[in-house]
């Protein structure tokens, strides 16, 4: 779990959410958990005011800059502020089936 709790450390530090998930997606997409190259991230907070999807994209991306660099390969976000947090009621999309890897064309 050291990419998931860095991950958590600068989310934590750099937004400071109300809410945060983390989520090892990597077994959906064939490999161990202890890969950990893909993650969901679902947050709420302040720092997300005013701000478009994309935008709030871009700051997690940027805040990530250095793992999804290093050693992470894919990152959904969820960010979200307190008041679309509630109006949401807490739910969230799922993650898509994992196409990767020749998936889509049938290839195993």
Do not use: Y
Request: proline share 4%; glycine share 6%; net charge neutral.
């Amino acid at each position: 779990m050291v990419w998931q709790t860095r991950i958590q450390d600068k989310l934590t530090a750099a937004f400071s959410p109300s809410h945060l998930e983390i989520t090892n997606e990597s077994p959906m997409h064939g490999l161990a958990a202890s890969a950990e190259k893909h993650f969901r991230v679902v947050m709420v907070s302040a720092r997300m005011e005013g701000l478009s999807r994309i935008d709030r994209h871009r700051l997690v991306n940027e805040t990530l800059a250095a793992e999804l660099r290093d050693h992470v390969h894919a990152l959904s976000v969820q960010a979200f502020t307190a008041p679309e947090w509630e109006k949401k009621h807490g739910a969230t999309f799922a993650s898509p089936e994992c196409l990767g890897g020749g998936k889509r064309e049938g290839i195993r």
